[in-house]
């Protein structure tokens, strides 16, 4: 019998939630990371913008609060935030950004020597930390250099397929060692998912490539309830084509967005707070622009960096200027930049509570794989890096506190074993290659241009059902795929993994949107444009049956702040 790898606390994700749990985990028991690819190169690395927290030290931001800033996030997430988590959030934001500072992260400045703080969308103070415009980068090593030093066992280029679950508790894990191409079995206590968002399921994203959503469909297929998927986040501002970020702190610096007229339109969707509104108000204006023909080329808008001048660009944004050399041979210095939205974040996610709890004993959810929900239905530029800083401490101590009420033998017993080699043996036939004719990289080309199209920006009931009908179809040739034999750093055969994953989660997003008859945040549907707090001041919980996805609706966790009309 094969004998699986035992730790008390193991945490699948080495990005900023997944490290932050397991630096938090190891204070009281052993935890291991298990992560598909080294640390540094999660998808947190990519990270723009900032962090927010409300420190008070920009000169407009003397008067800032949690409770400003709790309240910013609510009215941002369209009222559909839980905010008991929006003031856990809150209130420890200022701690935990603190506490980086004290590990190393080279945050940028103000002339007297404090962080410094710049204006982000639907922010009512300038709260936004930053390190220039790559804080993920700096966040994300100096997280990972906390983790070597408190000798955290990270095993890198493991893909996990499968949790392995008895009587509704977690017992283990299976995953691929991509670079042996063998199985490799995980007993644990307490599992930790960190796993990031589901990006990649649309065609136009910021996401890196491994951002398919694998470890949120992971927890589905286990039994676990998905929450207010159809909340998908599109950033205004990715460079067109590409699709690459170009971060919102531009706006923050005083960028303008600027249509075919040269006007800076943000005017007529946003007077007050202009381009610094909340992204689905932003994208949505740019998209609106494009459709109705003031677009450049009918394609895009231009972003203007040109009045913020040199010096400034090369303090603030040095990234910004130096994506827009290498990808596009334009110097924002001189010249306007071609922006269009593109899907940015997965507001919902695995279903969990304030501790990061599921619905299976011993397993947890952290970061952007989980709605805990601190987003609702649109996220602030900025919350998500404190989101899994925040609730990554917090899920790593109650998943060592779990695991400390448990004994290694109890983990361990011969039934656990026959489980988990049962499992292995399962997923060992899933890795054998199929001799299908239908092409992987065609049905996922279809698949994320079909959700741009049709569960995008706007969405209506029509073309909601088609999404669905077509998802279907895509599933039905999906078991017809070909994948190559071999195991070993095998590409396709990981594709194939993925692409089952994303299939199910588009499924429930198209789901979910065409059940909810409303428009809140950033799903707005141009058949039902109003918000209806009445019936839809809910959170969607859409569960995995035999019979399909079926969805249910579950109330919204309300303290301070009551539901009012969301203008900027
Ligand atoms: C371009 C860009 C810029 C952004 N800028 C900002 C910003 O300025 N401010 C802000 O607040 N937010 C920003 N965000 C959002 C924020 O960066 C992310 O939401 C956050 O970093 C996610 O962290 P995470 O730890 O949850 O996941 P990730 O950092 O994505 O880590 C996921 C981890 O899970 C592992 N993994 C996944 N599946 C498996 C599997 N099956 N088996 C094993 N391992 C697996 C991966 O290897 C990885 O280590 C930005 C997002 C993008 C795309």
Same mark, same amino acid.
């Given at each position: 019998?094969?004998?699986?790898i035992?730790?008390?606390?193991?945490?699948?994700?080495?990005?900023?939630?997944?490290?932050?749990?397991? #630096?938090?985990? +190891?204070?009281?028991?052993?935890?291991?990371?298990?992560?598909?690819?080294?640390?540094?190169?999660?998808?947190?690395?990519?990270?723009?913008?900032?962090?927010?927290?409300?420190?008070?030290?920009?000169?407009?931001?003397?008067?800032?609060?949690?409770?400003?800033?709790?309240?910013?996030t609510?009215?941002?997430?369209?009222?559909?935030?839980?905010?008991?988590?929006?003031?856990?959030?809150?209130?420890?934001?200022? *701690?935990?950004?603190?506490?980086?500072?004290?590990?190393?992260?080279?945050?940028?400045?103000?002339?007297?020597?404090? #962080?410094?703080?710049?204006?982000?969308?639907?922010?009512?103070?300038?709260?936004?930390?930053?390190?220039?415009?790559?804080?993920?980068?700096?966040?994300?090593?100096?997280?990972?250099?906390?983790?070597?030093?408190?000798?955290?066992?990270?095993?890198?280029?493991?893909?996990?397929?499968?949790? @392995?679950?008895?009587?509704?508790?977690?017992?283990? @894990?299976?995953?691929?060692?991509?670079?042996?191409?063998?199985?490799?079995?995980?007993?644990?206590?307490?599992?930790?998912?960190?796993?990031?968002?589901?990006?990649?399921?649309?065609?136009?994203?910021?996401?890196?490539?491994?951002?398919?959503?694998?470890?949120?469909?992971?927890?589905?297929?286990?039994?676990?309830?998905?929450?207010?998927?159809?909340?998908?986040?599109?950033?205004?501002?990715?460079?067109?084509?590409?699709?690459?970020?170009?971060?919102?702190?531009?706006?923050?610096?005083?960028?303008?967005?600027?249509?075919?007229?040269?006007?800076?339109?943000?005017?007529? =969707?946003?007077?007050?707070?202009?381009?610094?509104?909340?992204r689905?108000?932003?994208?949505?204006?740019?998209?609106? %622009?494009?459709?109705?023909?003031?677009?450049?080329?009918?394609?895009?808008?231009?972003?203007?960096?040109?009045?913020?001048?040199?010096?400034?660009?090369?303090?603030?944004?040095?990234?910004?200027? *130096?994506?827009?050399l290498?990808?596009?041979?334009?110097?924002?210095?001189?010249?306007?930049?071609?922006?269009?939205?593109?899907?940015? =974040?997965?507001?919902?996610? #695995?279903?969990?509570?304030?501790?990061? %709890?599921?619905?299976?004993?011993?397993?947890?959810?952290?970061? *952007?794989c989980?709605?805990?929900?601190?987003?609702?239905?649109?996220?602030?530029?900025?919350?998500?890096?404190?989101?899994?800083? @925040?609730?990554?401490?917090?899920?790593?101590?109650?998943?060592?506190?779990?695991?400390?009420?448990?004994?290694?033998?109890s983990?361990?017993d011969?039934?656990?074993?026959?489980?988990?080699?049962?499992?292995?043996?399962?997923?060992?036939?899933?890795?054998?290659?199929?001799?299908? +004719? %239908?092409?992987?990289?065609?049905?996922?080309?279809?698949?994320?241009?079909?959700?741009?199209?049709?569960?995008?920006?706007?969405?209506? %009931?029509?073309?909601?059902?088609?999404?669905?009908?077509?998802?279907?179809?895509?599933?039905?040739?999906?078991e017809?795929v070909?994948?190559?034999?071999?195991?070993? =750093?095998?590409?396709?055969?990981?594709?194939?993994?993925?692409?089952?994953?994303?299939?199910?989660?588009?499924?429930?997003?198209?789901?979910?949107?065409?059940?909810?008859?409303?428009?809140?945040?950033?799903? =707005?549907?141009?058949?039902?444009?109003?918000?209806d707090?009445?019936?839809?001041?809910?959170?969607?919980?859409?569960?995995?049956?035999?019979?399909?996805?079926?969805i249910?609706?579950?109330?919204?966790?309300?303290? +301070?702040?009551?539901?009012? +009309?969301?203008?900027?």
């Open positions: 019998m094969m004998q699986p035992f730790h008390p606390v193991l945490v699948i994700g080495g990005g900023l939630a997944g490290l932050r749990a397991a #630096i938090e985990a +190891k204070k009281y028991c052993d935890a291991a990371v298990l992560s598909m690819v080294y640390p540094v190169r999660s998808h947190s690395c990519a990270a723009q913008g900032g962090i927010n927290a409300p420190l008070g030290n920009a000169p407009e931001g003397i008067d800032d609060s949690w409770e400003k800033h709790a309240y910013d609510v009215k941002g997430s369209d009222f559909l935030a839980d905010q008991d988590a929006v003031e856990i959030l809150t209130k420890e934001a200022a *701690e935990r950004v603190y506490e980086m500072e004290h590990w190393g992260t080279p945050f940028s400045r103000t002339p007297e020597g404090r #962080i410094a703080q710049r204006p982000f969308g639907g922010a009512g103070f300038p709260r936004t930390c930053y390190a220039e415009d790559t804080t993920g980068h700096a966040l994300l090593h100096t997280i990972n250099e906390q983790a070597i030093k408190n000798n955290i066992k990270v095993y890198s280029e493991r893909f996990v397929l499968s949790l @392995v679950v008895r009587d509704k508790k977690i017992i283990g @894990v299976i995953a691929l060692n991509r670079l042996t191409g063998k199985l490799e079995a995980y007993a644990a206590h307490s599992v930790v998912l960190a796993t990031g968002g589901a990006g990649r399921i649309y065609a136009e994203t910021t996401n890196s490539l491994i951002m398919s959503g694998y470890g949120i469909s992971l927890a589905f297929r286990a039994g676990v309830a998905l929450k207010d998927m159809e909340f998908m986040q599109f950033h205004p501002t990715s460079l067109y084509r590409t699709n690459i970020l170009l971060t919102e702190g531009s706006r923050g610096e005083g960028a303008y967005l600027l249509n075919s007229k040269g006007e800076r339109f943000m005017q007529r =969707y946003a007077p007050v707070a202009m381009e610094l509104a909340p689905d108000i932003v994208a949505r204006a740019i998209a609106t %622009e494009i459709l109705e023909g003031r677009g450049v080329n009918n394609a895009y808008v231009h972003l203007d960096l040109r009045h913020l001048g040199e010096k400034k660009i090369n303090e603030r944004l040095p990234g910004v200027r *130096e994506l827009c290498s990808f596009i041979g334009l110097d924002p210095v001189k010249e306007l930049i071609p922006v269009q939205p593109a899907q940015h =974040y997965t507001m919902g996610g #695995i279903d969990c509570n304030i501790n990061g %709890e599921t619905e299976i004993t011993g397993l947890y959810a952290v970061g *952007e989980a709605c805990v929900s601190v987003h609702g239905a649109n996220r602030l530029g900025g919350n998500s890096l404190l989101e899994t800083l @925040v609730f990554g401490k917090r899920v790593g101590e109650f998943a060592a506190a779990f695991a400390l009420q448990e004994s290694k033998k983990a361990m011969e039934g656990i074993l026959d489980l988990i080699e049962q499992e292995y043996k399962k997923v060992n036939e899933k890795i054998k290659g199929k001799e299908g +004719k %239908e092409k992987i990289a065609s049905i996922r080309s279809d698949l994320g241009k079909l959700m741009v199209k049709k569960v995008g920006i706007f969405r209506q %009931e029509d073309q909601l059902r088609e999404a669905l009908d077509e998802i279907s179809a895509l599933s039905e040739m999906f017809h070909y994948v190559s034999r071999g195991t070993i =750093y095998n590409l396709e055969l990981l594709h194939a993994f993925d692409l089952e994953a994303m299939l199910a989660l588009a499924e429930v997003i198209a789901k979910g949107a065409l059940f909810r008859k409303e428009s809140r945040g950033s799903h =707005y549907r141009t058949d039902y444009p109003e918000r707090d009445e019936h839809f001041l809910k959170h969607t919980i859409a569960r995995c049956t035999p019979d399909g996805v079926k249910e609706y579950r109330d919204v966790v309300m303290t +301070k702040f009551k539901p009012e +009309k969301r203008v900027y």
